[in-house]
Structure formats: C-alpha cells, structure tokens
C-alpha cells in the first residue's frame, strides 16, 4: 500500500531496503500522498493501486 514510486517519497530520498513497517507507517500518517491509490474494498478484500482493467476483471 505504500507508494515507493511516488514524488513525495522521491523527495525524501530515503532507501526503502533500510525503511521497517514502523517508518513506512509514520511516513504515509504525515504525509497521504505515499498511500497507493486508489483504496477500493470490495467485500472483506482490500486492494490498493489497482487500475480500472483489473478492478472490472475483480468485481465480475
């Protein structure tokens, strides 16, 4: 769910090999942008980044 390719995470520069769960946690409360979108759940599924195509070929 975390959006290793965005800009805002770019910008900070960081190297994600040396990130723990904690730090990518913190990173997407103080800034939302490096949350993959769009955030669908459908059911008990959550799915994050996922493109139109691959959303219909889940919702039939």
Known sequence: ???FKSPSFKALGLDPA???????????????????????????????GADVKALVEIIR
């Open 18 to 48: 040396k990130l723990k769960d904690e730090d990518l946690m913190n990173l997407m409360l103080k800034e939302p942008r490096l949350i993959r979108r769009p955030v669908v759940r459908i059911g008990r599924k959550v799915y994050f």
């Open 1 to 3: 769910m975390f959006s």
